[in-house]
T-cell receptor, first 112, second 118 residues
Framework: GQQLNQSPQSMFIQEGEDVSMNCTSS?????WLWYKQDPGEGPVLLIA?????ELTSNGRLTAQFGITRKDSFLNISASIPSDVGIYFC????????????FGKGITLSVRP | GAVVSQHPSWVICKSGTSVKIECRSL??????MFWYRQFPKQSLMLMAT?????????EQGVEKDKFLINHASLTLSTLTVTSAHPEDSSFYIC??????????????FGQGTRLTVV
């Protein structure tokens, strides 16, 4: 089945640094979604992307839908301690009722 | 963004009893809701797709008689873990797709339910 690849599993950065996360797929996705999950909570939608090449920002977050439709990246600029959490990419191949496929997530740690 | 409310946020039950978890979309109507299970330090594992007014679609390996799903209205889906056992202890999360949102594919998640079976 379709899989989304996220690596590394963990990232450690210094407060104030920028960080970039990548998500790749072996097949084409029509939608890319980025979520953040805090411990004991459900994932929160950060950014949704719908067109190849689309670049969308949400505050200090920027995400892009890759031209090949097989990848997406999320950038966090000027990181702060509350950016700590697990970042999941997710995608859906077709239509409005397609199931979301999730990556395994990247755990981000921010050192003060 | 859209709001999905899940209740309870945590529950402890005795082995052999049943537990019901509710998932509500508060500001939109969701014809499709999804139920996930998440183990520590792992990604979300889709259990089933809940369709309003029809039977749920279960993923391979998920027992439909064990995990009963009801989607009686456009804003409510329930997951009942029947005859719970300690191995059913997990974090259960629902999500609902907002069909009127951009692309109709944005999925919003509930807060999750931590189930502990003792």
């Amino acid at each position: 089945g379709q899989q989304l690849n996220q690596s590394p599993q963990s990232m450690f950065i210094q407060e104030g640094e920028d960080v970039s996360m990548n998500c790749t797929s072996s097949s084409i996705f029509n939608t890319w979604l980025w979520y953040k999950q805090d411990p004991g909570e459900g994932p929160v939608l950060l950014i949704a992307l719908y067109k190849a090449g689309e670049l969308t920002s949400n505050g200090r977050l920027t995400a892009q839908f890759g031209i090949t439709r097989k990848d997406s990246f999320l950038n966090i600029s000027a990181s702060i301690p509350s950016d700590v959490g697990i970042y999941f990419c997710a995608g859906t191949p077709t239509g409005a009722n397609s199931k979301l496929t999730f990556g395994k997530g990247i755990t981000l740690s921010v050192r003060p | 963004g859209a709001v999905v409310s899940q209740h309870p946020s945590w529950v402890i039950c005795k082995s052999g009893t049943s537990v019901k978890i509710e998932c509500r979309s508060l500001d939109f109507q969701a014809t499709t809701m999804f139920w996930y299970r998440q183990f520590p330090k792992q990604s979300l594992m889709l259990m089933a797709t809940s369709n309003e007014g029809s039977k749920a679609t279960y993923e391979q390996g998920v027992e439909k008689d064990k995990f009963l799903i009801n989607h009686a209205s456009l804003t409510l889906s329930t997951l009942t873990v029947t005859s719970a056992h300690p191995e059913d202890s997990s974090f259960y999360i629902c999500s609902a797709r907002n069909p009127t949102g951009r692309g109709g594919t944005e999925a919003f998640f509930g807060q999750g339910t931590r189930l502990t079976v003792v």
